[in-house]
C-alpha cells in the first residue's frame, strides 16, 4: 500500500531563515505531487503541484519555491521565510485521473 | 481559473440531525469532486467523492450530489454524531496541461450537538 511521509512534523524559525520541508512517497511510482498550505482556522492553498522530475507548476507567487529531485521526492524551500509563512503545509499525492488527494500528516511551521 | 465556494462556514445541528453542506464551481471542465474531514490539528481525509459522470453516491451516513448543470455539489450527512464535528471542505478538479488540479472551498465548521 502508499504511504507518504513528511517532516517535521513541527518548525519553529526566526524570521529570514531558510526553510526545507520534505515530502516522500512509497509503494507508488510516477504520483502526482503536492503542496498545500493552511493558515490558521482556513481553507487549503494551493502553492505548487508536479506531475514528475523537473515539472512544477506555480500557483502563488511569493518567496516559497519547490523541487522534485527524484520521482517520489518533492520538497518546499524557502531563501528567507517571513512571518506570512506561518501555517500548516501539507503534502499530497494523487496517482491517477479523477482520484482523490491523500495527506501526510503536515508540518506546522511557526515563523518568529 | 477554477473557483469554489462553499457555505455555510459554520453549521451547528443536534445529535441525530441531518446535515448539508452545499458547494458551487466555476469551471465547467472539472469532472473530479471529492469531500474531506478535518479534524483539529490534522490532516484533511477523503470521506467521499463523486465523477462528473454520476449525479448521486452514498455511503452509509454520507451522500454526495452533484448536478453539473448548475455546476454545484453537496453533501449530505445523515444520523449526525458528536464524532462528525469537524471541518468539511468541497474540492473540485480539473485536468490542466501541467496534471490533475484540485481547488478546495474555504471549509464548513460542523458542530453537532449532544
Known amino acids: 500500500s502508499q504511504t507518504i511521509h513528511q517532516w517535521p512534523a513541527t518548525l519553529v524559525q526566526p524570521v529570514g531563515s531558510p526553510l526545507s520541508l520534505e515530502c516522500t512517497v512509497e509503494?507508488?511510482?510516477?504520483?502526482?505531487l503536492y503542496w498545500y498550505r493552511q493558515a490558521a482556522g482556513r481553507g487549503l492553498q494551493l502553492l505548487f503541484y508536479s506531475v514528475g522530475i523537473g515539472q512544477i507548476s506555480s500557483e502563488v507567487p511569493q518567496n516559497l519555491s519547490a523541487s522534485r529531485p527524484q520521482d517520489r521526492q518533492f520538497i518546499l524551500s524557502s531563501k528567507k521565510l517571513l512571518l506570512s509563512d506561518s501555517g500548516f503545509y501539507l503534502c499530497?499525492?494523487?496517482?491517477?485521473?479523477?482520484?482523490?488527494?491523500?495527506f501526510g500528516n503536515g508540518t506546522r511551521l511557526t515563523v518568529t | 481559473g477554477e473557483n469554489v465556494e462553499q457555505h455555510p462556514s459554520t453549521l451547528s445541528v443536534q445529535e441525530g440531525d441531518s446535515a448539508v453542506i452545499k458547494c458551487t464551481y466555476s469551471d465547467s471542465a472539472s469532472n473530479y469532486f471529492p469531500w474531506y474531514k478535518q479534524e483539529l490539528g490534522k490532516r484533511p481525509q477523503l470521506i467521499i467523492d463523486i465523477r462528473s459522470n454520476v449525479g448521486e453516491k452514498k455511503d452509509q451516513r454520507i451522500a454526495v450530489t452533484l448536478n453539473k448543470t448548475a455546476k454545484h455539489f453537496s453533501l449530505h450527512i445523515t444520523e449526525t454524531q458528536p464524532e462528525d464535528s469537524a471541518v468539511y471542505f468541497c474540492?473540485?478538479?480539473?485536468?490542466?496541461?501541467?496534471?490533475?488540479?484540485?481547488?478546495f472551498g474555504p471549509g464548513t465548521r460542523l458542530s453537532v450537538l449532544p
Open positions: 509503494g507508488t511510482s510516477n504520483p502526482n
Open positions: 474540492a473540485a478538479s480539473t485536468l490542466d496541461n501541467y496534471g490533475q488540479n484540485f481547488v
Open positions: 499530497a499525492w494523487s496517482i491517477v485521473t479523477n482520484s482523490p488527494l491523500h
